[in-house]
């Protein structure tokens, strides 16, 4: 709230967010009928993928804050819902629900692990869908001002990537392993769009975003190479 007033007073008159115009109302597929892209399957298949890294990821970091494992079961649940409610988002066009590993950050920050501070806080976003006045109200918050509530939770999330390599040895054979995807993907993140213009349509979501190339580079890192075996060298020297 005091980023948002404060935006408005340093930059009178301008909107960060979308303009204040309430949504027509539920409408069922209102992005069009379903039909077969070939495009957008392949691209929900590897987002699919990187959405998968991400429910690991939140589970098993959350593990330690709640100080309990999470069984076989949880996961296909947490999977069958996600995957549930991304199909029913698809037909009314909203977003569909996931698990982020930034909500690692708001709750390392916080250190609110208790149950009912999510059921109320899903309650009022239910809330807020249900009216469309106030969803076109708090649409126009600035993406700066988001940009810089996110930023607190990223800081946690930057403490929480460094724990999990906790215990890796890293030589000039196993930087690779952490060097490559991240600054593969955000080498394409900084490639400007025009150059995929020329590749075919359903290779351009893919091959344009740098958090899905950075991910598929992981996975092929981690089951193509025995990076066990590289850091055997590196020890060995080290105890002698």
Do not use: D
Not at 96 to 125: D, K, Q, V
Not at 172 to 192: C, D, E, F, Q, W
Not at 223 to 229: A, D, E, I
């Amino acid at each position: 709230m005091a980023g948002w007033i404060a935006y408005s007073l340093l930059f009178p008159g301008q909107h960060g967010g979308q303009p204040n115009q309430a949504p027509a109302g539920l409408e069922l597929f209102p992005w069009g009928e379903p039909r077969w892209e070939p495009g957008i399957v392949i691209t929900a298949f590897f987002v699919g993928l990187v959405n998968m890294t991400n429910s690991i990821t939140t589970l098993s970091t959350v593990e330690k804050l709640y100080r309990t494992e999470t069984t076989s079961r949880q996961y296909r649940h947490s999977y069958a819902l996600t995957g549930l409610f991304t199909m029913l988002s698809a037909c009314v066009g909203v977003l569909p629900f996931g698990l982020f590993a930034s909500s690692i950050g708001f709750l390392e920050s916080t250190r609110i692990l208790r149950r009912a501070a999510f059921i109320i806080g899903a309650g009022l976003l239910c809330m807020m869908g249900l009216t469309p006045s106030v969803t076109a109200f708090f649409a126009q918050i600035p993406p700066s001002v988001g940009s810089a509530v996110l930023f607190v939770a990223y800081l946690q999330m930057f403490g929480t990537a460094l724990r999990t390599l906790e215990g890796t040895t890293f030589n000039s054979k196993t930087i690779y392993r952490v060097a490559l995807p991240v600054l593969t993907g955000v080498a394409v993140m900084n490639i400007p769009a025009e150059a995929f213009q020329t590749l075919p349509m359903y290779l351009i979501p893919i091959i344009s975003n740098g958090l899905v190339i950075g991910v598929l580079v992981s996975l092929v890192l981690e089951k193509t190479v025995n990076w066990s075996k590289m850091e055997q060298p590196a020890t060995v020297s080290k105890a002698a």
